[in-house]
Nanobody, 115 residues
Framework: QVKLVESGGGLVQPGGSLRLSCAVS????????MGWYRQAPGKQREMVAG???????NYRYSVKGRFTITRDNAKNTVNLQMNSLKPEDTAVYYC?????????WGQGTQVTVSS
């Protein structure tokens, strides 16, 4: 059974930083493409950053240069370092694993950027 558990959300001032982590149980992690998505109130869920099993990364244009996604195959975790946060980054952030044509999701963690 695959389970994803996010941590690290919270309230931060504009310009601040947060680090999100996602722990993945099960045997799929090393072969899965991992990603972070977010959903703001009244908006559709959108991809923020992704990393393949081969460590290729891609980012949403609005977060390039501010966010960094990494994975640790020894610990079955994927992280999202978020710097220079803006109020428009406020959303629930979800961890995603894509493996064998299936999507797996975490429960989400709230990130609020406000003064």
């Amino acid at each position: 059974q695959v389970k994803l558990v996010e941590s690290g959300g919270g309230l931060v001032q504009p310009g601040g930083s947060l680090r999100l982590s996602c722990a993945v149980s099960g045997t799929i992690f090393r072969s899965a493409t991992m990603g972070w998505y977010r959903q703001a109130p009244g908006k559709q869920r959108e991809m923020v950053a992704g990393i393949t099993s081969g460590d290729s990364t891609n980012y949403r244009y609005s977060v390039k240069g501010r966010f960094t996604i990494t994975r640790d195959n020894a610990k079955n975790t994927v992280n999202l370092q978020m710097n220079s946060l803006k109020p428009e980054d406020t959303a629930v952030y979800y961890c995603n694993a894509y493996y064998n044509y299936q999507d797996y999701w975490g429960q989400g963690t709230q990130v609020t950027v406000s003064s």
